[in-house]
Protein backbone atom coordinates (compact mmCIF):
# COMPACT_ATOMS: atom_id res chain seq x y z
CA UNK A 1 0.00 0.00 0.00
CA UNK A 2 2.46 2.82 -1.26
CA UNK A 3 0.12 5.25 -1.19
CA UNK A 4 -1.57 4.97 2.47
CA UNK A 5 -2.04 7.73 4.81
CA UNK A 6 -1.01 6.74 8.32
CA UNK A 7 -2.57 4.03 9.43
CA UNK A 8 -6.05 5.47 11.26
CA UNK A 9 -8.92 2.97 11.64
CA UNK A 10 -11.36 5.01 9.58
CA UNK A 11 -9.05 5.03 6.76
CA UNK A 12 -11.72 3.77 4.80
CA UNK A 13 -14.04 6.40 4.94
CA UNK A 14 -14.52 8.73 1.55
CA UNK A 15 -12.46 11.80 2.16
CA UNK A 16 -15.02 14.57 2.48
CA UNK A 17 -13.56 15.77 -1.37
CA UNK A 18 -15.45 12.92 -2.99
CA UNK A 19 -17.38 13.59 -5.87
CA UNK A 20 -17.15 11.26 -8.43
CA UNK A 21 -16.55 7.58 -7.82
CA UNK A 22 -15.74 5.45 -11.12
CA UNK A 23 -14.56 2.18 -11.08
CA UNK A 24 -11.86 -0.04 -12.87
CA UNK A 25 -11.93 -4.10 -13.33
CA UNK A 26 -7.96 -5.76 -12.96
CA UNK A 27 -8.91 -9.32 -14.21
CA UNK A 28 -7.41 -12.28 -14.85
CA UNK A 29 -7.20 -15.88 -14.09
CA UNK A 30 -6.08 -17.16 -10.41
CA UNK A 31 -2.50 -16.09 -8.90
CA UNK A 32 -2.04 -13.66 -12.44
CA UNK A 33 -1.27 -10.91 -9.95
CA UNK A 34 -4.58 -9.05 -8.90
CA UNK A 35 -4.70 -8.74 -5.49
CA UNK A 36 -1.11 -7.74 -5.71
CA UNK A 37 -1.43 -5.04 -8.11
CA UNK A 38 -4.54 -3.72 -5.96
CA UNK A 39 -2.76 -3.50 -2.50
CA UNK A 40 0.17 -1.63 -4.48
CA UNK A 41 -1.73 1.11 -5.21
CA UNK A 42 -4.86 0.84 -2.83
CA UNK A 43 -5.03 4.19 -0.94
CA UNK A 44 -6.86 1.51 1.47
CA UNK A 45 -5.70 -1.38 3.29
CA UNK A 46 -6.87 -4.53 0.71
CA UNK A 47 -10.71 -5.40 1.58
CA UNK A 48 -13.14 -7.96 -0.06
CA UNK A 49 -16.52 -8.50 -0.82
CA UNK A 50 -17.92 -12.13 -0.16
CA UNK A 51 -20.01 -12.72 -3.44
CA UNK A 52 -22.04 -15.43 -4.18
CA UNK A 53 -21.35 -16.79 -7.45
CA UNK A 54 -25.54 -16.69 -7.94
CA UNK A 55 -25.54 -13.02 -6.68
CA UNK A 56 -26.51 -11.48 -9.95
CA UNK A 57 -29.69 -14.08 -10.68
CA UNK A 58 -30.97 -15.10 -7.40
CA UNK A 59 -33.27 -12.55 -5.49
CA UNK A 60 -33.18 -10.95 -2.30
CA UNK A 61 -35.20 -13.43 -0.49
CA UNK A 62 -32.30 -16.05 -0.51
CA UNK A 63 -30.64 -13.73 1.79
CA UNK A 64 -31.60 -16.74 3.68
CA UNK A 65 -28.37 -18.01 4.10
CA UNK A 66 -29.92 -21.58 6.21
CA UNK A 67 -31.05 -22.71 2.35
CA UNK A 68 -28.34 -21.27 0.71
CA UNK A 69 -25.31 -23.67 2.72
CA UNK A 70 -24.48 -24.98 -0.77
CA UNK A 71 -24.20 -21.85 -2.59
CA UNK A 72 -20.29 -21.29 -3.81
CA UNK A 73 -18.59 -18.35 -2.70
CA UNK A 74 -15.71 -15.69 -4.14
CA UNK A 75 -13.88 -13.19 -2.78
CA UNK A 76 -13.43 -9.68 -4.94
CA UNK A 77 -11.37 -7.94 -3.51
CA UNK A 78 -10.49 -4.62 -4.15
CA UNK A 79 -8.77 -1.13 -3.64
CA UNK A 80 -9.40 2.47 -4.03
CA UNK A 81 -7.21 5.77 -5.04
CA UNK A 82 -8.41 9.04 -4.22
CA UNK A 83 -7.41 11.19 -6.80
CA UNK A 84 -6.75 15.10 -6.85
CA UNK A 85 -10.02 16.83 -8.14
CA UNK A 86 -12.52 15.05 -6.31
CA UNK A 87 -12.42 11.74 -8.49
CA UNK A 88 -12.40 8.31 -6.66
CA UNK A 89 -11.03 5.27 -8.13
CA UNK A 90 -12.09 1.92 -7.32
CA UNK A 91 -10.38 -1.46 -9.16
CA UNK A 92 -12.02 -4.83 -8.59
CA UNK A 93 -9.99 -8.15 -8.54
CA UNK A 94 -12.41 -10.27 -10.87
CA UNK A 95 -11.63 -14.19 -11.96
CA UNK A 96 -11.91 -14.95 -15.33
CA UNK A 97 -13.09 -18.04 -15.04
CA UNK A 98 -16.56 -19.22 -17.39
CA UNK A 99 -18.56 -19.96 -13.95
CA UNK A 100 -18.00 -16.16 -12.55
CA UNK A 101 -19.69 -14.92 -15.46
CA UNK A 102 -23.23 -13.26 -13.80
CA UNK A 103 -21.02 -11.81 -10.75
CA UNK A 104 -18.53 -10.33 -13.92
CA UNK A 105 -21.54 -9.03 -15.57
CA UNK A 106 -22.43 -7.22 -12.42
CA UNK A 107 -19.54 -6.05 -11.20
CA UNK A 108 -18.70 -4.76 -15.16
CA UNK A 109 -21.69 -2.67 -15.11
CA UNK A 110 -20.83 1.41 -15.40
CA UNK A 111 -16.91 0.34 -15.35
CA UNK A 112 -14.67 2.40 -17.18
CA UNK A 113 -12.44 -0.09 -18.74
CA UNK A 114 -11.08 -3.62 -17.87
CA UNK A 115 -7.37 -4.08 -17.36
CA UNK A 116 -6.54 -8.07 -17.97
CA UNK A 117 -3.70 -9.00 -16.77
CA UNK A 118 -1.58 -12.20 -18.29
CA UNK A 119 0.80 -14.28 -16.71
CA UNK A 120 4.48 -14.82 -18.59
CA UNK A 121 4.42 -18.08 -17.54
CA UNK A 122 0.59 -19.71 -18.69
CA UNK A 123 -0.41 -16.95 -20.97
CA UNK A 124 -3.39 -19.12 -22.36
CA UNK A 125 -4.97 -19.12 -18.78
CA UNK A 126 -6.28 -15.32 -19.48
CA UNK A 127 -7.85 -16.57 -22.93
CA UNK A 128 -11.26 -16.95 -21.30
CA UNK A 129 -11.23 -13.87 -19.23
CA UNK A 130 -10.62 -12.08 -22.89
CA UNK A 131 -13.27 -13.99 -24.30
CA UNK A 132 -15.47 -12.41 -21.21
CA UNK A 133 -14.28 -8.82 -21.55
CA UNK A 134 -14.49 -8.91 -25.71
CA UNK A 135 -18.01 -10.39 -25.48
CA UNK A 136 -19.19 -7.48 -22.62
CA UNK A 137 -17.64 -4.88 -25.07
CA UNK A 138 -15.78 -3.40 -22.42
CA UNK A 139 -12.80 -1.64 -23.50
CA UNK A 140 -9.88 -2.70 -22.11
CA UNK A 141 -5.85 -2.81 -21.71
CA UNK A 142 -3.67 -6.32 -21.39
CA UNK A 143 -0.79 -6.60 -18.84
CA UNK A 144 2.00 -8.98 -18.55
CA UNK A 145 3.07 -9.63 -15.22
CA UNK A 146 6.73 -11.87 -16.04
CA UNK A 147 7.41 -14.05 -13.19
CA UNK A 148 11.18 -15.25 -13.01
CA UNK A 149 10.12 -18.76 -13.94
CA UNK A 150 8.28 -18.22 -17.30
CA UNK A 151 9.56 -20.52 -20.06
CA UNK A 152 10.66 -18.41 -22.72
CA UNK A 153 10.77 -14.73 -23.79
CA UNK A 154 8.13 -13.80 -26.06
CA UNK A 155 8.39 -10.72 -28.40
CA UNK A 156 5.75 -8.17 -28.61
CA UNK A 157 4.14 -9.32 -31.89
CA UNK A 158 4.06 -12.98 -30.76
CA UNK A 159 2.61 -12.37 -27.61
CA UNK A 160 -0.29 -10.08 -29.48
CA UNK A 161 -0.89 -12.88 -32.17
CA UNK A 162 -1.17 -15.48 -29.08
CA UNK A 163 -3.70 -13.53 -27.16
CA UNK A 164 -5.19 -12.30 -30.56
CA UNK A 165 -5.23 -8.40 -29.96
CA UNK A 166 -6.58 -5.99 -32.44
CA UNK A 167 -3.66 -3.78 -33.28
CA UNK A 168 -4.84 -0.67 -30.68
CA UNK A 169 -5.13 -2.83 -27.88
CA UNK A 170 -2.59 -1.53 -25.52
CA UNK A 171 -0.06 -4.39 -24.46
CA UNK A 172 1.92 -3.21 -22.01
CA UNK A 173 4.49 -5.35 -18.73
CA UNK A 174 3.50 -4.82 -15.33
CA UNK A 175 5.37 -5.88 -11.95
CA UNK A 176 2.32 -5.35 -10.32
CA UNK A 177 4.39 -5.89 -6.95
CA UNK A 178 5.86 -2.21 -8.29
CA UNK A 179 3.02 0.56 -7.42
CA UNK A 180 4.54 2.94 -10.23
CA UNK A 181 4.64 0.08 -12.39
CA UNK A 182 0.86 -0.82 -11.93
CA UNK A 183 0.31 2.67 -12.60
CA UNK A 184 1.78 2.22 -15.59
CA UNK A 185 -0.34 -0.11 -16.30
CA UNK A 186 -3.69 1.72 -15.48
CA UNK A 187 -2.57 4.74 -17.61
CA UNK A 188 -1.88 2.53 -20.63
CA UNK A 189 -5.73 1.69 -20.03
CA UNK A 190 -6.96 4.82 -19.59
CA UNK A 191 -4.99 6.56 -22.07
CA UNK A 192 -6.85 3.99 -24.27
CA UNK A 193 -9.72 4.93 -23.28
CA UNK A 194 -8.98 8.85 -24.06
CA UNK A 195 -7.89 7.79 -27.56
CA UNK A 196 -10.66 5.55 -28.74
CA UNK A 197 -12.21 7.51 -31.82
CA UNK A 198 -14.69 7.07 -32.38
CA UNK A 199 -16.30 5.41 -29.14
CA UNK A 200 -16.94 1.75 -29.82
CA UNK A 201 -20.09 0.36 -28.62
CA UNK A 202 -20.85 -1.47 -25.52
CA UNK B 1 -6.59 -12.72 2.19
CA UNK B 2 -8.06 -10.48 4.72
CA UNK B 3 -9.00 -12.56 7.85
CA UNK B 4 -12.40 -11.79 9.73
CA UNK B 5 -12.19 -10.36 12.97
CA UNK B 6 -12.84 -13.10 15.58
CA UNK B 7 -12.96 -15.72 12.58
CA UNK B 8 -16.99 -15.20 12.21
CA UNK B 9 -18.94 -12.19 10.39
CA UNK B 10 -19.90 -9.36 12.62
CA UNK B 11 -23.97 -9.95 11.46
CA UNK B 12 -24.88 -13.80 10.24
CA UNK B 13 -26.04 -13.03 6.92
CA UNK B 14 -29.21 -14.68 7.36
CA UNK B 15 -30.03 -12.59 10.30
CA UNK B 16 -29.09 -9.60 8.79
CA UNK B 17 -32.32 -8.40 7.25
CA UNK B 18 -34.78 -8.89 9.92
CA UNK B 19 -36.94 -10.90 7.78
CA UNK B 20 -37.17 -8.05 5.14
CA UNK B 21 -37.01 -9.65 1.77
CA UNK B 22 -36.78 -6.40 -0.52
CA UNK B 23 -35.22 -3.12 -0.66
CA UNK B 24 -38.33 -0.82 -0.98
CA UNK B 25 -36.73 0.97 -3.77
CA UNK B 26 -34.46 0.79 -6.80
CA UNK B 27 -31.29 -1.25 -6.38
CA UNK B 28 -28.32 0.84 -4.54
CA UNK B 29 -25.15 0.01 -6.65
CA UNK B 30 -22.37 -0.70 -5.30
CA UNK B 31 -20.74 2.61 -5.46
CA UNK B 32 -23.56 4.61 -3.78
CA UNK B 33 -22.22 6.65 -1.34
CA UNK B 34 -24.24 6.31 2.43
CA UNK B 35 -24.11 9.13 4.78
CA UNK B 36 -25.58 9.32 7.90
CA UNK B 37 -28.23 11.86 7.63
CA UNK B 38 -27.90 13.17 11.47
CA UNK B 39 -31.35 12.13 12.88
CA UNK B 40 -31.90 10.72 15.83
CA UNK B 41 -31.53 7.09 15.80
CA UNK B 42 -35.14 5.41 17.12
CA UNK B 43 -35.46 3.25 19.68
CA UNK B 44 -35.87 -0.30 19.03
CA UNK B 45 -33.93 -0.30 15.35
CA UNK B 46 -32.76 -3.69 14.26
CA UNK B 47 -29.31 -4.67 15.13
CA UNK B 48 -28.15 -4.90 11.42
CA UNK B 49 -29.61 -1.64 10.76
CA UNK B 50 -27.70 -0.17 13.55
CA UNK B 51 -24.17 -1.97 12.41
CA UNK B 52 -24.34 0.13 9.44
CA UNK B 53 -25.38 3.50 11.15
CA UNK B 54 -22.41 2.86 13.36
CA UNK B 55 -20.13 2.46 10.82
CA UNK B 56 -21.30 5.83 8.81
CA UNK B 57 -20.89 8.14 12.40
CA UNK B 58 -17.03 8.21 11.17
CA UNK B 59 -17.90 9.42 7.37
CA UNK B 60 -19.27 8.33 4.18
CA UNK B 61 -19.38 4.73 2.62
CA UNK B 62 -20.15 2.99 -0.35
CA UNK B 63 -22.27 0.08 -0.53
CA UNK B 64 -19.26 -1.99 -0.86
CA UNK B 65 -16.96 -0.38 1.91
CA UNK B 66 -19.95 -0.90 4.06
CA UNK B 67 -20.07 -4.64 2.97
CA UNK B 68 -16.31 -5.47 3.28
CA UNK B 69 -16.30 -3.79 6.92
CA UNK B 70 -19.67 -5.41 8.14
CA UNK B 71 -18.25 -8.58 6.52
CA UNK B 72 -22.00 -8.80 4.46
CA UNK B 73 -22.75 -9.57 1.01
CA UNK B 74 -23.38 -6.94 -0.95
CA UNK B 75 -27.05 -7.93 -1.67
CA UNK B 76 -27.89 -7.69 2.56
CA UNK B 77 -25.90 -4.23 2.86
CA UNK B 78 -28.72 -3.31 -0.03
CA UNK B 79 -31.10 -4.21 1.98
CA UNK B 80 -29.95 -2.55 5.30
CA UNK B 81 -29.83 0.82 3.74
CA UNK B 82 -33.02 0.53 2.34
CA UNK B 83 -34.32 0.59 5.44
CA UNK B 84 -32.46 2.97 7.10
CA UNK B 85 -33.20 5.06 3.74
CA UNK B 86 -36.97 4.84 4.67
CA UNK B 87 -36.40 6.04 8.25
CA UNK B 88 -34.41 9.12 7.42
CA UNK B 89 -31.42 7.80 8.56
CA UNK B 90 -29.08 7.74 5.99
CA UNK B 91 -28.86 9.73 3.20
CA UNK B 92 -27.86 7.94 -0.53
CA UNK B 93 -25.87 10.07 -3.30
CA UNK B 94 -25.72 7.35 -6.71
CA UNK B 95 -22.78 7.19 -9.00
CA UNK B 96 -22.29 8.51 -11.98
CA UNK B 97 -24.37 6.83 -14.50
CA UNK B 98 -22.98 4.18 -16.68
CA UNK B 99 -22.42 5.71 -20.07
CA UNK B 100 -21.37 4.13 -23.56
CA UNK B 101 -18.44 6.61 -23.96
CA UNK B 102 -17.36 7.94 -20.45
CA UNK B 103 -16.91 12.19 -20.42
CA UNK B 104 -13.55 12.81 -21.99
CA UNK B 105 -12.45 15.15 -19.40
CA UNK B 106 -13.40 12.74 -16.86
CA UNK B 107 -11.04 10.49 -18.87
CA UNK B 108 -8.71 13.11 -18.42
CA UNK B 109 -8.70 14.03 -15.02
CA UNK B 110 -8.62 10.18 -13.87
CA UNK B 111 -5.10 10.58 -16.19
CA UNK B 112 -3.98 13.48 -14.67
CA UNK B 113 -4.68 12.09 -11.21
CA UNK B 114 -2.59 8.61 -11.45
CA UNK B 115 0.29 10.27 -12.67
CA UNK B 116 0.10 12.93 -9.95
CA UNK B 117 0.08 10.34 -7.66
CA UNK B 118 3.30 8.72 -9.30
CA UNK B 119 4.91 11.87 -8.25
CA UNK B 120 4.13 12.43 -4.92
N1 LIG C 1 7.35 -11.72 -10.34
C1 LIG C 1 6.11 -11.28 -10.13
N2 LIG C 1 5.34 -11.83 -9.16
C2 LIG C 1 4.09 -11.38 -8.99
C3 LIG C 1 3.54 -10.36 -9.80
N3 LIG C 1 2.26 -10.15 -9.43
C4 LIG C 1 2.01 -11.00 -8.43
N4 LIG C 1 3.10 -11.75 -8.15
C5 LIG C 1 3.16 -12.82 -7.14
O1 LIG C 1 2.27 -13.85 -7.56
C6 LIG C 1 1.57 -14.42 -6.46
C7 LIG C 1 0.07 -14.39 -6.71
O2 LIG C 1 -0.37 -13.05 -6.78
P1 LIG C 1 -1.86 -12.62 -6.35
O3 LIG C 1 -1.90 -11.14 -6.38
O4 LIG C 1 -2.27 -13.28 -5.09
O5 LIG C 1 -2.72 -13.21 -7.54
P2 LIG C 1 -4.32 -13.12 -7.73
O6 LIG C 1 -4.55 -12.83 -9.16
O7 LIG C 1 -4.92 -12.18 -6.75
O8 LIG C 1 -4.75 -14.61 -7.42
P3 LIG C 1 -6.20 -15.17 -7.02
O9 LIG C 1 -6.83 -14.20 -6.07
O10 LIG C 1 -5.92 -16.50 -6.41
O11 LIG C 1 -6.97 -15.31 -8.30
C8 LIG C 1 2.03 -13.63 -5.26
O12 LIG C 1 2.98 -14.40 -4.57
C9 LIG C 1 2.65 -12.39 -5.81
O13 LIG C 1 3.69 -11.90 -5.01
C10 LIG C 1 4.40 -9.76 -10.81
O14 LIG C 1 4.00 -8.85 -11.54
N5 LIG C 1 5.65 -10.27 -10.92
MG1 LIG D 1 -6.41 -12.47 -5.31
Given at each position: MAYAPSSTTSGIHLPDTAQELVKILIAGPFGVGKTT???????????????????????VDDLDGVREKSTTTVAIDFGRLSLPGGIVLYLFGTPGQERFRALWEEISHGALGALVLVDSRRIDASFDMLGLVEESGLPYAVALNTFPDAPRHHTDEQLRAALDLAPDTPLVTCDARDAESSIDALLALVQHLIDRDPPEHR | MTGRRGGRPLVPAYLST????????????????????????????????????????????????????????????????????????????????PAESFDPDLLKRVADGLRALKHD
Open positions: LIDSVSEIRPLHTEERLTEASVH | GGVARPSRPQLERLTVLSGSGEPVPAGLPAAQLALLDALFGGSLTVLEAAALLELPVSAVRVLAAGLLDRGLVLARAPIP
